[in-house]
């Protein structure tokens, strides 16, 4: 494990580092030299996507088709989710997402790029994008976040068209689920699930984005933690970039994501950032058993990693060597 002196040492030198633990004096002799020096080579993994869920796979093509031309990570995670934003089968994010009790879609999202600019937008309405939305809020106004009419009135300002969002299937869904107007979420069914991607770029910058229509059929006005920077989406180009996705109300009681990353930054893996988080959320809740989170974490050498609550979380890869989905690992086995 590589600590924090290391690892920021590898990031400023790319693709190989040399670490040295030598005396300041400079009287060492050549073979104390040898003894304390140790030199690594790492090779940096870039240009790499990582994104949650089954829908990550078609998001990842088209965050790939930016990455593999060079583009910038920003550009790459704005394009990815899009796609799963305007996919009308997909019932959990943006067009054809699961509505309110009340029957209406509403839409949070948020992005994040290397230099820590970042923008959202949280109870959105009637925007079948709402991740360039928040793009905008991001790169046109001072403020890191807008809601409700407040959103849409600037969605609309900057060109964006009004869209149904409620498909004909939404509709039935919901029409059902009013005939009990029973509210829990229910673990890995897509009524609660975003998708987050993190990406980093042949420059070896990272951003990432968070979108989703939420927990269906939540009280109206609910926002839960994807549209909130450092709960469901955080990142620090020094170290490495997290994204979260489940039952928001549990990653925004822990600070999520900014956790993973400030876990990586004090020296853990991705992998074990996720894990760590993932206990604090399981100690913080008398009943887990209805709810799930995952991380997923990106950090600047590539390396990525995730973690659940529950089994049943799965990732989405692409790199130069693999296109593919990655089962996480979890603590619980529901």
Not at 144 to 165: Q, S, Y
Not at 297 to 319: M, P, Q, T
Request: charged residues 25%; proline residues 2%; hydrophobic residues 40%.
């Amino acid at each position: 494990m590589k600590n924090r002196r290391q690892f920021l040492k590898v990031s400023a030198l790319g693709s190989v580092a040399v670490l040295t633990n030598t005396a300041c004096n400079g009287q060492e002799s050549a073979d104390n030299q040898k003894d304390t020096n140790e030199i690594i080579n790492i090779e940096v993994k870039k240009p790499i996507v990582v994104s949650t869920w089954n829908h990550g796979m078609d998001a990842n093509k088209a965050a790939w088709e930016v990455l593999s031309n060079k583009g910038s990570a920003l550009d790459a995670v704005e394009a990815g989710v899009r796609v799963t934003e305007s996919d009308a089968d997909n019932m959990s994010v943006g067009l054809g997402g699961l509505p309110d009790r009340d029957g209406i879609v509403t839409l949070d999202a948020c992005i994040m790029d290397h230099k820590s600019n970042c923008g959202a937008v949280a109870f959105l309405q009637n925007i079948e994008n709402p991740i360039s939305v928040a793009r905008k809020v991001m790169e046109d106004t001072p403020h890191v976040m807008l809601a409700g009419e407040g959103a849409l009135m600037f969605a609309k300002d900057k060109g964006f068209k009004e869209t149904n969002l409620l498909t004909d299937n939404a509709k039935k869904a919901w029409e059902e689920w009013m005939k009990d107007a029973e509210y829990k979420p229910v673990i890995n069914i897509e009524n609660h699930d975003t998708i987050g991607m993190l990406a980093l770029d042949e420059e070896g910058n990272l951003s990432g984005a968070c979108t989703t229509s939420g927990l269906a059929y939540k009280m109206h006005g609910r926002v839960g933690d994807s549209p909130i920077i450092g709960a469901g989406l955080f990142v620090d180009n020094e170290v490495g970039a997290a994204c979260a996705t489940g039952v928001g109300e549990a990653v925004i009681r822990t600070a999520g994501s900014a956790m993973v990353v400030e876990l990586m930054r004090q020296g853990k893996t991705p992998e074990e950032a996720c894990k760590e988080v993932i206990g604090r959320i399981i100690s913080k809740h008398e009943n887990i058993e209805n709810i799930q989170v995952g991380f997923i974490a990106l950090n600047k050498n590539g390396e990525f990693g995730c973690y659940g609550v529950h089994s049943g979380f799965n990732i989405a890869l692409r790199d130069n060597e693999n296109e593919k989905m990655v089962d996480a690992k979890f603590e619980l086995n529901k």
